[in-house]
């Protein structure tokens, strides 16, 4: 649930399109349907009303939550699942499943400290890491100056908001944390909920946002698409590569393009703190999952199409929405990927 | 003969007619049991089925799960402390603020109150509790999460300074936690109590007020002295009417209690409830985790099936002490 409700403008979009949708009826269409992650719901809904205009076929989408969606691939009621946590090697085998991503969004930690611009503040992983452990509790401890030289920093405490619903943003985000601080790593871990050392909870990017706005001093993260729209102060980032770099739909790109890719198995790779020069530290994805041996084939190869579709002709609706596309490389290796993995 | 010959027809008749009465009094009676037992069968299934839902938690660990206060699902350790002790301490907070002010206005309207203001009042009490909790929570966090940030410094100030109570006003003044969710849940069930409170004033028979009056009473001692006693058990079942809503409260709470897993001796920290801890987590919990929060939300059948008891053990109390 990377994003639960991201903006009404979005909203209003997905509905508008649904309602047309239904009065398109198109002839001899199949209805494949898949359940699963809230965070590309919006984008699939666009994506399958407009692949229904064009070939007929409906993309029946639920967004019920990657647990859920997990759960309903697994019992095989679906044509396809998606998750914003990868599956791991075990899990695959066992049910005979494939994975691979299908859109890209970015998550920014964001702030609210007087005087200070969105997009000023230089934060790295290691410091982010140590506020989040309760570690660095004032905004001008000696690590954030540092970082921030002419920056006037308040000698306020920071009040650390994160996700208190279980969600992808968190997953990716202590996935990075866990990546740049063993200590993180040891104590709290990673996953869609974990337990936070210090902090209050807000439900979905609107509540995190909503707290950031309202409490002085603050430090949260949100979607990167949600801070934008709401004018809240994010923060840019030093990279693995050592570079300052904005959450910008470049970077992420670069992100999902420098990404070890060719050295996972079935894609089961978190694109967190990638090593490119310009690449987005916590940049996300989520993956699309389906039985490597479809039961039924013919909707397997409709769910295949309209993915194909949406690589090559949905990225300008992709983008509407502040979703990132994949890069061109890393839809190559999907193909490739779908060409030896499934039996089709 | 004649008359008997007239007669008989007539006591078939009788005869007949009381089959049939007596077979629609059956038909009737069956209907209203059935009616009786669905709830009871509803509530019994749904009580079965969170025990079996959170039986991994339940059974595979029960007293580490109702002792321990850790929640972490990375490593799937459930505790179910912080949640049970926000469920309570909201509501008690709620209790203590809405107790009062439902008792103030249920007097003014039935004592006090002009004859022409009684209805647009008691009307307004209604729309409060027609009110969705989820415009509760938005207003909880849009308006009053801001005006308490403003107030709790001052809190901490002066009531934060006193010996004992001080540790209850602690803290970074947040404007959410445990002190917000149970003023906004007081606002919540103030309608429920008020309600109830004021129509079972109504039913205080007259002339036992007015022969209070004649005697010299005031106003306060005819309430304190007769109002009240005549009406006692009536006004604890409205209260914890108004408790068992304030305890399974879940979306106002879940804005502005702060959604941490914390027990803390101050009001002003963030806290959680049982009821919101579900609803943020289920939709992406699997396995050990989806267990464990249905294991709390069979918690929270025990904990306001215990608070039911203790009222009805509290009135059976009180009726023994009045020698009834």
Known sequence: MLISCKFPIRFAAVAAIAVASTFAVGAQATDITGAGSSFVYPVVSKWSAAYAEKTGNHINYQSIGSGGGIAQIKAGTVDFGASDMPLDEATLGKFGLGQFPDVIGGIVPAFNVEGVAPGKMVLDGATLADIYLGKITKWNDPAIVKLNPTLKLPAATITVVHRSDGSGTTFNFSDYLSKVSSQWKTKVGEGTAVQWPVGIGGKGNEGVSAYIKQIKNSLGYVEYAYALQNHIGYAVMKNAAGNVVEPTIANFQAAADTADWKHSRNFNLVMTNAPGANAWPITATSWVIMYKQPKNLANAKVAFDFFKWAYEHGQEQARSLDYVPLPPSLVQQIETYWKTEYKM | ?324
């Open chain 2, 1 to 324: 003969m004649q008359v008997t010959r007239a007669e008989q027809p007539l006591a078939r008749d009788i005869d007949k007619r009381s089959l049939i009465d007596a077979r629609h009094d059956r038909i009737f009676q069956w209907v209203l049991k059935f009616c009786a037992l669905l709830v009871l069968a509803t509530l019994l299934g749904a009580a079965l089925s969170t025990l079996w839902g959170g039986h991994e938690v339940l059974f595979g660990h029960s007293l580490h799960f109702l002792a321990s206060d850790a929640w972490n699902p990375v490593t799937d350790d459930y505790g179910a402390l912080a949640p049970i002790f926000g469920t309570l301490v909201t509501s008690v907070i709620a209790l203590v603020l809405a107790v009062p002010v439902s008792f103030g206005i249920a007097i003014f309207l039935t004592e006090i109150a002009p004859t022409w203001l009684r209805g647009p009042v008691s009307a307004a009490i209604e729309l409060l509790a027609g009110i969705p909790s989820i415009i509760y929570g938005m207003w909880g966090l849009f308006v009053f999460v801001p005006f308490m940030a403003n107030v709790e410094p001052a809190l901490s100030n002066t009531l934060g300074q006193l010996p004992l109570i001080g540790q209850l006003f602690q803290g970074p003044p947040l404007g959410l936690g445990l002190l917000t969710a149970g003023i906004v849940l007081a606002v919540m069930i103030l309608p429920f109590i008020s309600s109830v409170m004021r129509e079972v004033f109504q039913t205080v028979p007259t002339r036992l007020k007015e022969s209070s009056y004649a005697l010299g009473s005031t106003t306060w001692e005819v309430l304190w002295d007769i109002v009240l006693p005549y009406t006692r058990s009536a006004v604890i079942g409205g209260i914890f009417l108004g408790l068992g809503r304030a305890l399974g409260e879940t979306m106002a709470v879940t804005f502005v209690l702060g959604n941490s897993y914390n027990i803390t001796s101050s009001l002003l920290m963030p806290g959680t409830s049982i009821s919101s801890s579900i609803a943020n987590e289920f939709n992406e919990a699997v396995g050990i985790h989806r267990s464990a929060l249905i294991a709390l939300g069979f918690l929270l059948f025990v904990v306001t099936f215990v608070v039911l008891l203790v009222a009805r053990l509290m009135l059976r109390q009180l009726a023994k002490r009045e020698g009834k």
